[in-house]
């Protein structure tokens, strides 16, 4: 959705990852703001090669393979029986994990060869808030939760009422809900005295 148009800047509120309040603002309007999901990856790229004299003489199976890359938190490894009938046929099954899910198995030689690299593309997955202007992204921030206002200039957010006040910044932004619950509990009083 596009905000401020016409407009020389937005403010957003919106709750951080950490659960802290954050207003930010941008000189760049209009803007249009998506908040979604984004998966969790991996923090570390791991490289699995395969070494050693009996790498032609054993057979990959299913989606098993002798040499991948996998973007994951961490592996382990466990010994597997050899394959094959061939004596020199021995491999180790690496299971590799996010958090403490598995997302790939490799079953490679004993010597395979593993090496690692952190992840330039780590998430810790959760909603993201991103602010884009004229289709290019300016702002991206992990959010508790996707619910954020926005206001253009010195306005109020939609569902608030723009009320004067002396000190800085000369106005204030009131909840149009507190005030029909004002009003609606007033009424109430006024009834039970005319009743009364």
């Known amino acids: 959705m596009l905000y401020c148009e016409g407009k020389?800047?937005?403010?957003?509120?919106?709750?951080?990852?950490?659960?802290?309040e954050i207003k930010h603002e941008f000189l760049q309007v209009p803007?249009?703001?998506?908040?979604?999901?984004?998966?969790?990856?991996?923090?570390?790229?791991?490289?699995?090669?395969?070494?050693?004299?009996?790498?032609?003489?054993?057979?990959?199976?299913?989606?098993?393979?002798?040499g991948l890359t996998v973007v994951a938190d961490s592996y382990a490894i466990s010994s597997a029986p050899p394959l094959g009938g061939y004596e020199t046929c021995i491999f180790n099954d690496y299971n590799f994990y996010i958090a403490t899910e598995k997302v790939?198995?490799?079953?490679?030689?004993?010597?395979?060869?593993?090496?690692s690299i952190a992840n330039p593309n780590y998430s810790?997955?959760?909603?993201?808030?991103?602010?884009?202007?004229?289709?290019?992204?300016?702002?991206?921030?992990q959010v508790k939760n996707c619910d954020y206002s926005v206001t253009c200039d010195d306005e109020c957010p939609e569902g608030y009422l723009k009320c004067v006040i002396p000190e800085y910044p000369g106005y204030c932004c009131i909840p149009c809900d507190d005030i029909k619950s004002g009003i609606i509990g007033i009424t109430a009083i006024l009834k039970g005295i005319n009743n009364g």
């Open 104 to 115: 790939n198995t490799f079953l490679g030689t004993s010597d395979a060869i593993i090496t």
């Open 124 to 141: 810790p997955g959760g909603k993201y808030l991103t602010i884009k202007f004229q289709g290019s992204e300016i702002f991206k921030t």
């Open 31 to 66: 803007i249009e703001i998506d908040c979604a999901d984004v998966p969790r990856t991996g923090r570390f790229i791991y490289t699995v090669r395969a070494s050693g004299y009996n790498f032609g003489t054993c057979t990959p199976i299913g989606d098993r393979a002798f």
């Open 8 to 20: 020389t800047k937005a403010i957003i509120k919106y709750v951080a990852s950490s659960g802290q």
